[in-house]
C-alpha cells in the first residue's frame, strides 16, 4: 500500500512554464517534506512544512500544506532547466516512529 | 564539513554472495537510518539507530539483511545470502535529532547501487 501519492509521476515543459506537484494521502501528518534528487545524488531537503494551511516560499518554488495535514503541493513559477531532477515528498506521522514515509516521486524535465 | 558519505557507490554481485554496504554519517549526528529504493517503487525506510543502538527496525525485508553500529559512529549493512529482489538503491541518512521532529533535517548520502544478478 502506497501511503503518498505524487502526481504526475513525468512531467515534461518548457522553460517559462509553470508546473504544480501534488503530495496526496489518507493519513495525517505531523510534518510533510520536499526533497529534490539529481542522479547519483541522495536526496536533498527543500522545505518542511508543519502547520495545516501553512505556505511556504523558496525563490520561485511555492509549498503548501493542506489544511488537515493529509496533502502537500509544491509549485513552480518560470521553470528553468535547472529546476530539472526528481521532487519527492515525504511525511513523518505522530504514530510513525522516527521514519519518512516517501511518494514515488515527480521526475522534472524543463526543456531550454 | 563532510555530508554523509557511502561505500561503494555501485555494487554488483551474483546471487547468494554478500555484500556489505558502509555509511559515515555527519560527524555528531547520532540519529542514523537506512533507506531502500528499489526499481519503481518508492523510497522505504529499512532501520533507525541512535548512536549504536537500534531504536526501530521494522522496515528490515528479513532476517538476511543485518546491520550495525559499532561505536555510534559508521554503520554497516549486510545483505547475507543477497537474493535478486534485493537489487536497489541503498540510502544512508542522519540527522543531530530524530527526524520525527518537526524542524529536523535528515541529511542523505549518495546511495549505493546494488545489482544482485
Keep these: 500500500t502506497q501511503l503518498l501519492e505524487q502526481s504526475p509521476q513525468f512531467l515534461s515543459i518548457q522553460e517559462g512554464e509553470n508546473l504544480t506537484v501534488y503530495c496526496n494521502s489518507s493519513s495525517v501528518f505531523s510534518s510533510l517534506q520536499w526533497y529534490r534528487q539529481e542522479p547519483g545524488e541522495g536526496p536533498v531537503l527543500l522545505v518542511t512544512v508543519v502547520t495545516g494551511g501553512e505556505v511556504k516560499k523558496l525563490k520561485r518554488l511555492t509549498f503548501q500544506f493542506g489544511d488537515a495535514r493529509k496533502d502537500s503541493s509544491l509549485h513552480i513559477t518560470a521553470a528553468q532547466p535547472g529546476d530539472t531532477g526528481l521532487y519527492l515528498c515525504a511525511g513523518a506521522g505522530w504514530n510513525t516512529g522516527n521514519q519518512f514515509y516517501f511518494g514515488t516521486g515527480t521526475s522534472l524535465t524543463v526543456i531550454p | ?117
Design chain 2, 1 to 117: 564539513e563532510a555530508g554523509v558519505t557511502q561505500f561503494p557507490s555501485h555494487s554488483v554481485i551474483e546471487k547468494g554472495q554478500t555484500v556489505t554496504l558502509r555509511c559515515d554519517p555527519i560527524s555528531g549526528h547520532d540519529n542514523l537510518y537506512w533507506y531502500r529504493r528499489v526499481m519503481g517503487k518508492e523510497i522505504k525506510f529499512l532501520l533507525h539507530f541512535v548512536k549504536e543502538s537500534k531504536q526501530d527496525e521494522s522496515g528490515m525485508p528479513n532476517n538476511r539483511f543485518l546491520a550495525e553500529r559499532t561505536g555510534g559512529t559508521y554503520s554497516t549493512l549486510k545483505v547475507q545470502p543477497a537474493e535478486l529482489e534485493d537489487s536497489g538503491v541503498y540510502f544512508c541518512a542522519s540527522s543531530q535529532a530524530r527526524t520525527g521532529l518537526a524542524n529536523t533535517e535528515a541529511f542523505f548520502g549518495q546511495g549505493t547501487r546494488l545489482t544482485v544478478v
